[in-house]
């Protein structure tokens, strides 16, 4: 096995001292021309990397950012992650992108993991209802921010999108359209998420002067294509079956969308059919999806500029004075083709 090149190494090879390639690593303008050639070259044909945990043990600050997000087989977390990581790279940080998978024991072992390597902080959607594993890692002393989840009970700063709002811009286009009873094709209970768009939705149902029995749940375990398609099924077999239906995320959405196209049933003629997230898959859809839209990107890139603030180094060393705060972004309804039925 070769031997990992050290920065005794370069200093050998170029003929300067430890110190004088520390500064061309780090302070290079302190540096004669001449010599800091001369190490370069020297770092160029040795193959030499710094060891970035050794400098941040000197350092005492991580340049990684962690970020533990619910699914990123999901666009909508994949365009979190985008906004994220443009934030952390103009600020000289790098991301490292977990998935928990919907699964409190991998949000666990995840955070341990983000504790281990000493992040910076950890932009974190949670997949623990209970709180407990985000109470384990505040002892740590790392700071996060949570997204796409509002700060309930906690004092750190979150981002989120007003989801009872968005739940009932959703199911309220549907009774304008002219439906009356509506499948609410949910998720996992346990996640605020999908308990605040059926909230919206059911608030919609009270403003119309309709009660809540107009809303028929169907509940999912998961949130992708597969939970939407055994949805649609399911829906399908009803004795009574809604005319219209509002899905928790896009892709349950196209997943009820396959099921109908596969029975022959017509969408939007036969059952409108509205998502929420408008993933870029919503409007390029076999029916274009009418979609409840979350600024993704932005989200991703506020929680990141968030904790970069509360991260910010002070004039004499140590953290700056921070104030958490909720910021909390209002949804858009995009309307498209699979729920303008000539209803």
Do not use: W
Request: proline share 4%; glycine share 10%; with cysteine.
């Amino acid at each position: 096995m070769a031997q990992s090149v050290g920065i005794k190494d370069v200093a050998r090879v170029a003929g300067v001292s430890v110190g004088t390639v520390s500064n061309v690593i780090n302070r290079p303008d302190t540096v004669a021309t001449e010599t800091r050639a001369r190490v370069l070259s020297a770092i160029d044909r040795l193959g030499y990397v710094r060891s970035e945990s050794a400098r941040q043990l000197r350092a005492g600050r991580s340049r990684i950012m962690g970020l533990l997000v619910l699914d990123m087989g999901n666009p909508f977390f994949v365009d979190v992650a985008r906004g994220a990581e443009r934030a952390a790279r103009q600020a000289g940080l790098g991301v490292m992108v977990c998935n928990s998978a919907e699964s409190a024991g991998e949000e666990a072992e995840y955070l341990s993991l983000f504790a281990e390597q000493r992040v910076r902080g950890v932009l974190l959607t949670p997949a623990d209802a209970t709180g407990r594993n985000i109470a384990a890692f505040r002892r740590h002393g790392i700071p996060f921010v949570l997204v796409d989840r509002v700060s309930e009970g906690t004092t750190e700063c979150s981002v989120s999108v007003d989801d009872v709002a968005g739940g009932a811009l959703a199911v309220r286009h549907l009774l304008d359209a002219g439906h009356r009873t509506v499948a609410y094709v949910s998720g996992p209970p346990g996640l605020t998420q999908i308990r605040d768009r059926r909230t919206g939705a059911l608030r919609a149902l009270a403003e119309a002067g309709l009660g809540p029995d107009r809303l028929r749940e169907l509940p999912t375990e998961r949130l992708d294509v597969a939970a939407g398609r055994d949805a649609g099924a399911r829906l399908l077999g009803l004795a009574d079956r809604p005319t219209a239906v509002f899905c928790a995320n896009d892709l349950l959405a196209l997943g009820v969308l396959q099921a109908m196209y596969a029975a022959g049933v017509t969408v939007p003629d036969d059952l409108a059919i509205v998502g929420y997230d408008d993933i870029e898959f919503a409007a390029a859809a076999a029916v274009p999806l009418t979609s409840v839209r979350q600024p993704a990107v932005t989200m991703g890139a506020l929680a990141a500029d968030m904790l970069l603030e509360e991260t910010e180094e002070g004039p004499g060393g140590g953290t700056r004075a921070h104030e958490h705060r909720r910021v909390v972004l209002q949804p858009e309804l995009v309307v498209r083709r699979s729920s303008l039925s000539s209803r």
